[in-house]
């Protein structure tokens, strides 16, 4: 892929300050007949004509008595209501002609995520086909960080670009393009280890699981940051998973472009943390690959050596995230870093157990999970925590070798996959997130397909992670 067509930071921003703005009443549905009695005769017979009772998701468009637009209203319903999404605002984005909008009447509590929801409104993956976003702008509300949110915003957008991107333009060679872009642009460092390299460097599984790709297999590393304490991301880059030797049926290969959604998350994560500059020493470490299928495939059986000297027992070569990883998570600990987070479209049984919209996480500090959580809740963005659980530790272990990279039994998949990883941190802190990456159905301000999970959260607490 040329630069020319590489993933770029898009810009999702607010209106400018000066701007002359539509004020967007937010009204809760048993507070509007309080609003109505403190507004002029006209505009309480246009509403209640309009039939408009505050209902999550509803608008109006109010006229002055010289039939032009005055004012405009927004249903926020009830807290009951609101309890079931979030981002309940991007709808009205949606709803609402093209124009700038000021909010009025929003508890200031709830403006970020709102104000955060309107600008994620304006995303669109255009890159193949002109699409429609939400053409109604907003002016930040008073009280919020609007630079802090529109540089979340364009992380956002860029783990959304890159898991939308198909593998025919977004093979491991792409995902390095992009990393550079990225490095670029906030004057990183960038250091890449391809195809034989990779053996001769010490990362085999890397190097086993992509070598039958037409595209060689590579370890992206890139570092920023000169003071501070040292956080390392590791992200899955499985560009496309066609299962190898064990190959997948087609309605589960269908999505596999996506299967390198961890690595856009640490990267949507990355471009947020360097663009608020923290006073962080950052490393991103991106095992990219394609698990295709040809002579040279890794079968069923083999049993490899890993970066760390542990031996792997292959007993699906459609487990291959974890062999990937563990070779990355090998290399990041060796630095010693103050935490280290994996993020991984790593197992179905995630899915299973938690479904697409929540993150689930593995983490066995106290601290780690308490800043992590009150995070999640303040900037909506749901996590939730899965065990470390030791007594699964024999279920991978399969007597011929250290450690089985696709236990049988089927049982606590997602466990099992955590387990095999912290095998491979030593005594780093350590949390491991197996996420989806992908919004199956359209939700306010998250369109169907690809998504970043965790990430906001994982900004949010990095500060009480890392006593900065």
């Given at each position: 892929?040329?630069?020319?067509?590489?993933?770029?930071?898009?810009?999702?921003?607010?209106?400018?300050?000066?701007?002359?703005?539509?004020?967007?009443?937010?009204?809760?549905?048993?507070?509007?007949?309080?609003?109505?009695?403190?507004?002029?005769?006209?505009?309480?017979?246009?509403?209640?004509?309009?039939?408009?009772?505050?209902?999550?998701?509803?608008?109006?468009?109010?006229?002055?008595?010289?039939?032009?637009?005055?004012?405009?209203?927004?249903?926020?319903?009830?807290?009951?209501?609101?309890?079931?999404?979030?981002?309940?605002?991007?709808?009205?984005?949606?709803?609402?002609?093209?124009?700038?909008?000021?909010?009025?009447?929003?508890?200031?509590?709830?403006?970020?995520?709102?104000?955060?929801?309107?600008?994620?409104?304006?995303?669109?993956?255009?890159?193949?086909?002109?699409?429609?976003?939400?053409?109604?702008?907003?002016?930040?509300?008073?009280?919020?960080?609007?630079?802090?949110?529109?540089?979340?915003?364009?992380?956002?957008?860029?783990?959304?670009?890159?898991?939308?991107?198909?593998?025919?333009?977004?093979?491991?060679?792409?995902?390095?393009?992009?990393?550079?872009?990225?490095?670029?642009?906030?004057?990183?460092?960038?250091?890449?280890?391809?195809?034989?390299?990779?053996?001769?460097?010490?990362?085999?599984?890397?190097?086993?699981?992509?070598?039958?790709?037409?595209?060689?297999?590579?370890?992206?590393?890139?570092?920023?940051?000169?003071?501070?304490?040292?956080?390392?991301?590791?992200?899955?880059?499985?560009?496309?998973?066609?299962?190898?030797?064990?190959?997948?049926?087609?309605?589960?290969?269908?999505?596999?472009?996506?299967?390198?959604?961890?690595?856009?998350?640490?990267?949507?994560?990355?471009?947020?943390?360097?663009?608020?500059?923290?006073?962080?020493?950052?490393?991103?470490?991106?095992?990219?690959?394609?698990?295709?299928?040809?002579?040279?495939?890794?079968?069923?059986?083999?049993?490899?050596?890993?970066?760390?000297?542990?031996?792997?027992?292959?007993?699906?070569?459609?487990?291959?995230?974890?062999?990937?990883?563990?070779?990355?998570?090998?290399?990041?600990?060796?630095?010693?870093?103050?935490?280290?987070?994996?993020?991984?479209?790593?197992?179905?049984?995630?899915?299973?157990?938690?479904?697409?919209?929540?993150?689930?996480?593995?983490?066995?500090?106290?601290?780690?999970?308490?800043?992590?959580?009150?995070?999640?809740?303040?900037?909506?963005?749901?996590?939730?925590?899965?065990?470390?659980?030791?007594?699964?530790?024999?279920?991978?272990?399969?007597?011929?070798?250290?450690?089985?990279?696709?236990?049988?039994?089927?049982?606590?998949?997602?466990?099992?996959?955590?387990?095999?990883?912290?095998?491979?941190?030593?005594?780093?802190?350590?949390?491991?997130?197996?996420?989806?990456?992908?919004?199956?159905?359209?939700?306010?301000?998250?369109?169907?397909?690809?998504?970043?999970?965790?990430?906001?959260a994982l900004l949010e607490a990095l500060p009480r992670m890392l006593d900065l």
């Amino acid at each position: 892929m040329t630069s020319s067509t590489s993933p770029i930071v898009k810009t999702l921003s607010f209106a400018a300050a000066d701007a002359d703005a539509i004020p967007l009443h937010v009204i809760e549905s048993h507070a509007l007949d309080a609003w109505l009695e403190t507004q002029p005769g006209h505009t309480v017979a246009w509403v209640r004509a309009a039939g408009f009772n505050g209902a999550l998701g509803s608008t109006l468009l109010v006229p002055g008595a010289d039939g032009e637009i005055a004012l405009a209203l927004a249903g926020y319903g009830s807290a009951e209501a609101r309890r079931r999404g979030r981002f309940h605002l991007a709808d009205c984005a949606g709803a609402l002609p093209e124009g700038i909008y000021a909010l009025a009447g929003l508890d200031p509590t709830r403006a970020a995520e709102e104000a955060l929801g309107w600008l994620l409104s304006g995303y669109a993956f255009d890159r193949y086909a002109s699409q429609r976003p939400a053409k109604a702008r907003l002016k930040a509300p008073e009280g919020v960080d609007s630079a802090r949110l529109e540089i979340i915003a364009a992380g956002e957008a860029l783990t959304r670009d890159l898991i939308n991107t198909p593998a025919s333009d977004m093979g491991p060679a792409d995902l390095e393009v992009a990393c550079g872009a990225l490095a670029a642009e906030h004057g990183a460092t960038i250091e890449v280890i391809r195809g034989a390299a990779l053996l001769a460097q010490n990362l085999p599984m890397i190097h086993t699981v992509g070598r039958a790709a037409a595209d060689e297999p590579r370890l992206i590393d890139m570092a920023w940051g000169n003071a501070g304490p040292t956080l390392t991301l590791v992200g899955k880059g499985v560009c496309f998973d066609t299962g190898g030797l064990n190959l997948k049926p087609g309605a589960s290969m269908g999505l596999m472009k996506k299967d390198m959604g961890g690595a856009a998350t640490v990267l949507g994560l990355a471009h947020m943390i360097m663009a608020l500059e923290l006073p962080v020493r950052l490393r991103v470490l991106i095992p990219a690959v394609e698990n295709a299928v040809a002579g040279n495939a890794f079968r069923p059986g083999d049993i490899l050596t890993a970066r760390n000297g542990k031996t792997v027992e292959i007993n699906n070569t459609d487990a291959e995230g974890r062999l990937v990883l563990a070779d990355a998570l090998s290399l990041g600990a060796e630095g010693a870093p103050d935490l280290m987070v994996s993020m991984a479209t790593l197992t179905g049984a995630a899915r299973v157990a938690v479904g697409p919209d929540l993150a689930p996480y593995y983490a066995d500090d106290s601290a780690l999970v308490s800043a992590l959580e009150q995070a999640a809740a303040q900037v909506a963005d749901p996590v939730w925590r899965l065990p470390f659980h030791d007594p699964y530790e024999s279920l991978i272990e399969p007597g011929i070798a250290d450690l089985d990279n696709a236990p049988k039994g089927g049982f606590a998949g997602s466990v099992t996959a955590a387990l095999f990883l912290r095998r491979f941190v030593g005594d780093t802190r350590y949390m491991h997130f197996d996420i989806y990456g992908w919004n199956p159905t359209t939700a306010p301000a998250r369109p169907k397909g690809g998504v970043g999970m965790g990430a906001r959260a994982l900004l949010e607490a990095l500060p009480r992670m890392l006593d900065l």
